[in-house]
């Protein structure tokens, strides 16, 4: 059944619109002096001022490969990451290390370790795959870059945003 | 001798028509998003140059790069005119108003007709027929609804805003705006008459008219320039945008820039008229009379006394834009014939009988 709203009944001065404009007006410069003067914060105004320090623990930003603190890479080109990253963004070509190197009990490391950060889409299972802690999510977010090719991150550019990181490693630590 | 006059009004038409109203249109632009965004919160253009000054600049060389996209199903010969005959009547009627005092003893006014306000309605009229080619040499739907609201519209208001002016031309008896700004000047603005002859009875007795006149001639000069309480000729949620819809490029930026010469425009009218065009209040820098010699100095700061009251109008024009929703159309033709047309004629006939009885 229809409901009939019944209309208000205006005053005459209701119907001069004045009052009303007078109101309305009250409102946007309100808003106008409040915003001049400075005391609404309302927008950050973005390539000056950043939320970084607000970002919480459990951020996704871009993946990248850790060393411990003996400086050895950590990771050992299992190829586990590759497997699981549902864009395959990952590419890496594994290496055996030579038995002269100091860290030669270890089989194998990554020659080549590339993401594509084109394809990435920043779902961390990586990180969760990765049975030697080698391979982290950190926050950075702004990934620029004037090609593709400038787009895919190599070993280098991937260490150096993932840097030293101390804790624990199952089974390639010296002391075990 | 002739050639000196022509050299003189050229030299006028290029600094008030070119370097002062065209930059004020593309700043009115930057003011209008900037007051917006302060009114909602938010920054608005503030990259391009200083505080985004520069704004209207980058707009403008898009709108110069972008493609003039001209559709098969116009009719291109008035489809191509109509754009220019928004722009361009809303520049002519610059001509009459008086952005000044006197500047090196020649008068501030491109042409100092004895027809001001009657030479403003004329030239302002042809706007409409910009609007309605545009909405129907596009034809399309939604440009041409938004042809038919323009007409109705624009010569349903023509009417209050022409009557409302014939209270402040019985009051002066004048139809030259350079006089009528000068016995303001002297006498009390028609709004303010707190100095010279205006501090009277009969003086505060026709502020009431005056008032009445100036609330009519203001909002229906909202109505003329479309604006936003009535800005149902593009009214961007019925009409995508109305009359301009088909228009691309630089053909959309004459519509976009006509609008904000109207208001300018419009407000030097409405500033002349009843606030005492380029005079300071109180008399303050009054010359004696229209002839006598003024010093360079003063002279400029009636011209910077003009344009700030301009801006002063433009700010009003902007707020009121972002404060009140858009007029239903029925509202719109009642407010125009059945409200505003009786009060104007009414005012005509109280001011005639305040003159006649005080």
Same mark, same amino acid.
């Given at each position: 059944?229809?409901?009939?709203?019944?209309?208000?009944?205006?005053?005459?001065?209701?119907?001069?619109?004045?009052?009303?404009?007078?109101?309305?007006?009250?409102?946007?410069?309100?808003?106008?002096?409040?915003?001049?003067?400075?005391?609404?914060?309302?927008?950050?105004?973005?390539?000056?001022?950043?939320?970084?320090?607000?970002?919480?623990?459990?951020?996704?930003?871009?993946?990248?490969?850790?060393?411990? @603190?003996? &400086?050895?890479? /950590? !990771?050992?080109?299992?190829? +586990?990451? $590759?497997?699981? #990253? %549902?864009?395959? =963004? *990952?590419?890496?070509?594994?290496?055996?290390?030579?038995?002269?190197?100091?860290?030669?009990?270890?089989?194998?490391?990554?020659?080549?370790? @590339?993401? &594509?950060?084109? /394809? !990435?889409?920043?779902?961390? +299972?990586? $990180?969760?795959? #990765? %049975?030697?802690? =080698? *391979?982290?999510?950190?926050?950075?977010?702004?990934?620029?870059?004037?090609?593709?090719?400038?787009?895919?991150?190599?070993?280098?550019?991937?260490?150096?945003?993932?840097?030293?990181?101390?804790?624990?490693?199952?089974?390639?630590?010296?002391?075990? | 001798?002739?050639?000196?006059?022509?050299?003189?009004?050229?030299?006028?038409?290029?600094?008030?028509?070119?370097?002062?109203?065209?930059?004020?249109?593309?700043?009115?632009?930057?003011?209008?998003?900037?007051?917006?965004?302060?009114?909602?919160?938010?920054?608005?253009?503030?990259?391009?140059?200083?505080?985004?000054?520069?704004?209207?600049?980058?707009?403008?060389?898009?709108?110069?790069?972008?493609?003039?996209?001209?559709?098969?199903?116009?009719?291109?010969?008035?489809?191509?005119?109509?754009?220019?005959?928004?722009?361009?009547?809303?520049?002519?009627?610059?001509?009459?108003?008086?952005?000044?005092?006197?500047?090196?003893?020649?008068?501030?006014?491109?042409?100092?007709?004895?027809?001001?306000?009657?030479?403003?309605?004329?030239?302002?009229?042809?706007?409409?027929?910009?609007?309605?080619?545009?909405?129907?040499?596009?034809?399309?739907?939604?440009?041409?609804?938004?042809?038919?609201?323009?007409?109705?519209?624009?010569?349903?208001?023509?009417?209050?805003?022409?009557?409302?002016?014939?209270?402040?031309?019985?009051?002066?008896?004048?139809?030259?705006?350079?006089?009528?700004?000068?016995?303001?000047?002297?006498?009390?603005?028609?709004?303010?008459?707190?100095?010279?002859?205006?501090?009277?009875?009969?003086?505060?007795?026709?502020?009431?008219?005056?008032?009445?006149?100036?609330?009519?001639?203001?909002?229906?000069?909202?109505?003329?320039?479309?604006?936003?309480?009535?800005?149902?000729?593009?009214?961007?949620?019925?009409?995508?945008?109305?009359?301009?819809?088909?228009?691309?490029?630089?053909?959309?930026?004459?519509?976009?820039?006509?609008?904000?010469?109207?208001?300018?425009?419009?407000?030097?009218?409405?500033?002349?008229?009843?606030?005492?065009?380029?005079?300071?209040?109180?008399?303050?820098?009054?010359?004696?009379?229209?002839?006598?010699?003024?010093?360079?100095?003063?002279?400029?700061?009636?011209?910077?006394?003009?344009?700030?009251?301009?801006?002063?109008?433009?700010?009003?024009?902007?707020?009121?834009?972002?404060?009140?929703?858009?007029?239903?159309?029925?509202?719109?033709?009642?407010?125009?014939?059945?409200?505003?047309?009786?009060?104007?004629?009414?005012?005509?006939?109280?001011?005639?009988?305040?003159?006649?009885?005080?």
């Amino acid at each position: 059944m229809a409901k009939v709203v019944e209309r208000p009944k205006l005053k005459w001065w209701e119907q001069l619109y004045l009052p009303a404009i007078a109101a309305g007006m009250r409102v946007t410069l309100g808003h106008l002096i409040k915003n001049i003067s400075g005391k609404t914060k309302v927008t950050m105004q973005y390539p000056e001022e950043k939320w970084d320090e607000h970002l919480p623990e459990y951020y996704r930003g871009a993946p990248a490969l850790v060393t411990d @603190e003996q &400086d050895r890479e /950590r !990771c050992v080109a299992c190829q +586990l990451c $590759e497997f699981i #990253c %549902p864009p395959r =963004a *990952i590419t890496i070509k594994p290496e055996e290390i030579p038995s002269d190197d100091k860290w030669a009990k270890v089989e194998k490391r990554p020659k080549v370790f @590339e993401i &594509d950060m084109i /394809r !990435c889409i920043y779902c961390g +299972l990586c $990180e969760e795959v #990765c %049975p030697e802690q =080698a *391979i982290y999510l950190r926050k950075d977010y702004a990934i620029v870059g004037t090609s593709r090719a400038e787009m895919v991150h190599d070993q280098d550019r991937l260490y150096e945003i993932g840097g030293k990181r101390v804790g624990l490693v199952n089974k390639w630590n010296e002391l075990k | 001798m002739d050639w000196q006059i022509i050299i003189a009004a050229a030299i006028k038409v290029v600094v008030f028509v070119f370097l002062i109203t065209l930059p004020l249109v593309a700043m009115s632009v930057w003011a209008e998003r900037r007051v917006s965004a302060a009114i909602q919160d938010r920054v608005g253009p503030n990259r391009v140059g200083p505080f985004g000054l520069l704004q209207a600049v980058a707009d403008g060389l898009k709108f110069l790069l972008k493609e003039d996209f001209t559709p098969d199903h116009v009719r291109k010969g008035y489809f191509w005119l109509a754009p220019a005959l928004t722009m361009v009547p809303a520049l002519l009627t610059c001509a009459v108003l008086p952005f000044g005092s006197k500047l090196f003893g020649e008068k501030m006014v491109i042409a100092d007709l004895d027809v001001g306000p009657l030479f403003v309605f004329a030239i302002a009229s042809l706007t409409v027929y910009g609007i309605v080619l545009a909405g129907w040499a596009s034809n399309s739907k939604y440009p041409f609804l938004g042809g038919v609201r323009a007409t109705s519209q624009m010569i349903s208001y023509e009417i209050s805003l022409g009557l409302s002016v014939v209270p402040l031309v019985m009051i002066y008896g004048e139809l030259n705006l350079g006089n009528i700004v000068m016995e303001q000047a002297k006498n009390g603005w028609a709004l303010l008459p707190l100095w010279g002859e205006g501090l009277s009875v009969k003086g505060f007795l026709l502020t009431i008219p005056l008032f009445v006149s100036f609330i009519i001639f203001t909002v229906s000069m909202f109505a003329e320039t479309n604006r936003l309480p009535f800005d149902l000729p593009e009214c961007e949620t019925e009409l995508v945008a109305g009359y301009h819809t088909e228009y691309s490029s630089m053909k959309f930026a004459l519509f976009f820039l006509g609008e904000y010469a109207a208001m300018i425009i419009g407000s030097g009218l409405a500033v002349t008229l009843f606030l005492g065009g380029w005079s300071l209040p109180f008399g303050w820098l009054t010359p004696e009379s229209a002839d006598s010699v003024i010093p360079w100095w003063v002279g400029l700061i009636h011209i910077a006394t003009f344009f700030a009251k301009v801006i002063g109008f433009i700010l009003f024009f902007i707020v009121i834009r972002w404060t009140l929703p858009r007029f239903r159309y029925d509202q719109l033709m009642r407010l125009g014939w059945v409200f505003f047309f009786e009060i104007a004629l009414f005012n005509v006939v109280l001011t005639a009988l305040l003159l006649w009885l005080v």
